[in-house]
Each structure stands twice: as C-alpha cells, then as structure tokens.
Nanobody, 126 residues
Framework: QVQLVESGGGLVQAGDSLRLSCAAS????????MGWFRQAPGSEREFVAS??????????YYADSVRGRFTISRDSAKKAVYLQMNSLKPEDTAVYYC?????????????????WGQGTQITVSS
C-alpha cells in the first residue's frame, strides 16, 4: 500500500510555470507506475501524465492537451513524483491528483489507479 500527498498548487497567471510534487510513503515506491490526473469543475477526472517504474523519459506518457508543456519525472530516492507545468492556460485550471498503481506498467487514459492523493488546486487566470 502507498499513501500519496500532493503539494505545489496555487493561483497563477496564464503563461506562468508551476511544479507539483507528490510524496509517497511505503517501502516499494519503485514498484508503482505513477501519474497525474485532474478534474475541472463540472467535468470528469481526466488523465494528464504518467511515468513508468524506470523513471526514464522514454517511459512517460502525456495527454494531447499537455504534451510539450508538461513534464513528469520521479525520484526514487525521495519517493516523489513531479509535474513541471509550463505555459499554463486557463483551461488547465483543475484539482490535480497524484495516482499510483503496481498493476500497470504505466498509467494511461483508461487506467483506474488503485491509490490517489487528496488533490491540489491549480487556478490559472487569464
């Protein structure tokens, strides 16, 4: 089992950058595929980005809406996963959730991760 705690959300202006962090507990962090999802008001939760157990950039996957602007990474020594968000847009406004699952090699748009953080709010003003 793993517990996830997000941090780094806030209010920014369009075009700004922000980095989210997700701290994981447990001894088997390297066993989990990790990812970020988001949910905007009135919308369903949607996939944003994921990274496989290797942590290599070749083991990442992005939603079309954020590819080229967002970068996911992980640090096994710190048991953390990060989401660097550049060129933020008002449509990126949402609650962002960290997710983990040991059943998948990588989380994708249809994944139903077993573990979730509590979420962190990002608001992008125009």
């Amino acid at each position: 089992q793993v517990q996830l705690v997000e941090s780094g959300g806030g209010l920014v202006q369009a075009g700004d950058s922000l980095r989210l962090s997700c701290a994981a507990s447990g001894r088997t962090f390297s066993s989990y595929a990790m990812g970020w999802f988001r949910q905007a008001p009135g919308s369903e939760r949607e996939f944003v980005a994921s990274i496989d157990r290797s942590g290599l950039s070749t083991g990442t996957y992005y939603a079309d809406s954020v590819r080229g602007r967002f970068t996911i990474s992980r640090d096994s020594a710190k048991k953390a996963v990060y989401l660097q968000m550049n060129s933020l847009k008002p449509e990126d406004t949402a609650v962002y959730y960290c997710a983990a699952d040991e059943r998948y090699p990588i989380l994708t748009t249809t994944a139903q991760p077993r573990y979730w953080g509590q979420g962190t709010q990002i608001t992008v003003s125009s």
